[in-house]
C-alpha cells in the first residue's frame, strides 16, 4: 500500500462525505494515477468546511478536494494532477507528441464534454432534491447524458482503450462513468460497461479505491443534512 | 490576416449559429491562440447540421466544432487544442515542467471548475426557455456562478493574469467569462471584468473575433427555431 505519512508527495481528501458521494471524490483519481505509476503518497485528510477556508484555500482557490504537494509544487484540478503525473513518472501518458496530444484531448472530452453532464444529474437530482423542478428537469438531464453516451460508445467500439494503451485519459473517463452508479444509463451500453469494468478491474484502482474509502474516518459536520436541503 | 485556405492547419467552424452564441462558439479559442503563435489556418465552415454527420463525425465524435488537422494529426476539444498549440509553436505555455503544470491546472480549473456553471445558465435560461423550471431555477444557477467568481476573483486579486505571463489558461478562462456578457456576472468584480477586458484588448484576440464573425456567412436551417424550442 502506497499509503505512506512520510512520502515526498502530499494529496489531500475529505474524512468524511454523504454515502451518495464515497467512492466518487476526485482524489480517487490522483491516488489511482499514483497506484499507476507505483509512487508512495501522503493523504491529509480535511473535516468537511476546512476545505472552505485557509490554509486549504491557499492550495486551492475554490475550496475543493484533491490538491497534489510535491516539494515546491502544489496542484489543484484533479485533471491536471493526473496528466502532471503521467508527465512526472511516466505510464499514464504515451511517447511521442501526436499521441501525447490526443491522450490530452481525451482528458478534457471527459472531462468537459462529458462530466458536465454528469454532474449536471447530481445537482438536478441531489442537490436540488427538495426544488419544485427536481424531478420534472430529471429527463432533460438524462437525454443529454444518453447523448453523450451513446456518442462515446460509437467512438469506442471494439477498443480496449480511448487511444491505444490504457491512459490517463483512460483513468478520468472510467471515474465521470462511475458517477452514473445506479442509473442503468452506462449498462445501455455493452462495450462502454465492458470498459468501466475493465478500468476498476486493474489493481491500481482496487488498491487506490480501498484507501479513498478507508480516509472516510471522520464524523458528518453538524446540521449536514438540514444544510445539504435534504 | 492568417485565415489562409492553403494554410498547413485547418480548423472546422460553423457557418452559422443563432445570435446568442454568436462570438462565443469555441473555434474562438482556436482563432485566438493561432493568432497568438502567429500560425495562418484555413476554415472549413459546416452548415448546422453537418456536425452531426460524416464526414465530421470522423474527426470530432461528439458532434461539435472545432477540430484541428495538421498534417496526420487529428484533435477535438478546443481545450486540447489550445494547449497543443502552446506546446507546438510556443508562447502560450511558460517554459519549465513545473510552470507549465499550473498553466495546465488553470485550464482545467477555466474548463471543469468554472465552465460547468457558465453552460448551466445556457442550458437552463436558453435551451430550457419553454420548461416550467426555466425561470425558478435561474437564480440557483447564478448563485452558483457568483461563488465561482468570487472565488475566482479573490485568487487574481491584482494579478494581471492567473499565473505569471499571458497563457493557454487566460485564454480559455476569458473565453468562458465572455460566456455571461449581459448577465452582469463578471462586472461585480472589477478585476475580473478588467481582466477579461485585457484579454479582449490583445491585438490576437481581436483578429480572432472579427475573423470568427466573418464566418457566419450561411442561412439557418429549416425551422431551428421550433426546433430549439424557442
Known amino acids: 500500500m502506497p499509503v505512506d505519512p512520510h512520502a515526498a508527495i502530499t494529496i489531500t481528501a475529505y474524512d468524511w462525505v454523504p454515502d451518495f458521494a464515497k467512492g466518487l471524490v476526485r482524489d ?61 513518472f511516466g505510464t499514464l501518458l504515451p511517447a511521442g507528441p501526436a499521441a ?19 454532474t449536471d444529474l447530481a445537482l438536478t437530482a441531489i442537490f436540488e432534491a427538495d426544488q419544485s423542478w427536481s424531478k420534472p428537469r430529471l429527463p432533460v438531464v438524462k437525454e443529454r447524458i444518453r447523448e453523450r ?45 465492458a470498459y468501466q469494468a475493465r478500468g ?5 484502482f482496487q488498491r487506490a479505491l480501498s484507501d479513498h474509502m478507508a480516509g472516510f474516518t471522520g464524523k458528518p459536520p453538524k446540521g449536514w443534512e438540514r444544510e445539504e436541503g435534504r
Open 149 to 193: 453516451l451513446a456518442e462515446l460508445s460509437d467512438r469506442l467500439g471494439e477498443r480496449q482503450w480511448l487511444d491505444g494503451d490504457f491512459s490517463a485519459a483512460d483513468l478520468l473517463m472510467v471515474t465521470v462513468l462511475r458517477g452514473l452508479r445506479g442509473t442503468g444509463l452506462v449498462e445501455a451500453h455493452a462495450n462502454l460497461a
Open 200 to 204: 476498476e478491474a486493474r489493481p491500481a
Open 100 to 118: 501525447r496530444a490526443r491522450t490530452v484531448e481525451w482528458a478534457f472530452a471527459a472531462l468537459n464534454t462529458v462530466e458536465p453532464t454528469v
Open 28 to 88: 480517487l483519481r490522483v491516488r489511482w494515477a499514483l497506484e499507476e505509476v507505483g509512487q508512495d503518497y501522503a493523504v491529509r485528510l480535511l473535516p468537511q468546511g476546512d476545505q472552505k477556508r485557509e490554509p486549504h484555500r491557499a492550495l486551492q482557490p475554490f475550496g475543493q478536494v484533491p490538491t497534489y504537494q510535491e516539494g515546491e509544487l502544489t496542484l489543484f484540478e484533479s485533471g491536471a494532477i493526473v496528466l502532471h503525473i503521467g508527465e512526472r
